[in-house]
């Protein structure tokens, strides 16, 4: 319909069909510009949309993978500490006996000094008299 407008109108005035050839010349690229620049947007939106998706998935296995390590370091604190508590348990026992058997050493060690000493003042004495 556009063609047989410009075809009459450029029978009655040759410039003016021409203006008009050009002018729907120009429509027509802007048109098919535009059409080009939809195509590869909506091609860029479903190529992001994928490199979205694919990185959400990457994504959700790092943080498994990050829970499960979290998880294994977490009895691993759990062990270490079950462990620190039974050495301080037995050291408590140990310094415990140590201290029994030094007090008991020592008791020992002032009884013989009593007997010794009580020796020591019967030799002493009867020297004296």
Known sequence: MTDEL?????INCAERGLLLLR???????TIAAYQTLYESSVAFGMRK???AEQGKSDM?????????EKKDLEKQ??????????IE???????????KKHNEEQQALKK???????QLEGIIAPAKK
């Open 49 to 51: 949309a994928l490199m």
């Open 112 to 118: 013989t000094n009593q007997q010794l000493k009580a």
């Open 77 to 86: 604190v759990m062990d270490l500490k079950a462990k620190c508590d039974a």
């Open 6 to 10: 410009i075809r009459q109108v450029t």
């Open 60 to 68: 959700e296995q790092l943080i498994k993978s990050l829970e499960a």
């Open 23 to 29: 002018v729907r010349d120009e429509i027509r690229m």
């Open 89 to 99: 348990k037995r050291e408590a026992e140990r310094r415990l006996l140590d201290e």
